[in-house]
């Protein structure tokens, strides 16, 4: 069973982002699959370590992109990606320091990310290059 399904409505309609975004859904939804078997220390370390560079790869395609194209909420996206990355930061430092499986507020995080980011943040730039005829 899949707990974080590829929903269309994540879709942006930019395949560079789409196909990121799907391996991002991908991984999140690999953690949580592995955190909910009760996974072993290791397995978890190597996705939740995966998770972090592809993000921090993923956030600089979407920067560069808003960047090129002058997007106008550049800045604040750019504090919320930091923000992000922080808290991706911060459940590898916890994981690193506990013996047990990581903590239940990881699933409501990682929920947030999906559902606030993509479908708002994220969004909001992809309508801005959608208003100005860019097609990606
Ligand atoms: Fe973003």
């Given at each position: 069973m899949q707990f974080f399904p590829w929903k269309d409505q994540y879709s942006l309609n930019i395949s560079e982002i789409d196909e990121q975004h799907r391996m991002l859904v991908g991984m999140i939804d690999r953690l949580h699959t592995a955190m909910a078997e009760g996974k072993g220390k290791s397995v978890l370390d190597e996705i939740i370590n995966e998770l972090y560079n592809y993000t921090k790869f993923h956030f600089i395609t979407e920067e560069r992109l808003m960047d090129e194209y002058d997007y106008p909420g550049f800045a604040e996206h750019k504090r919320e990606h930091k923000e992000l990355i922080g808290k991706v930061l911060a459940m590898m430092e916890r994981h690193k320091k506990s013996t047990l499986g990581l903590s239940s507020d990881l699933s409501i995080m990682l929920q947030e990310w999906l559902n606030?980011?993509?479908?708002e943040t994220d969004k909001k730039y992809s309508e801005f290059l959608a208003d100005r005829g860019i097609r990606l």
């Open positions: 606030s980011h993509i479908l």
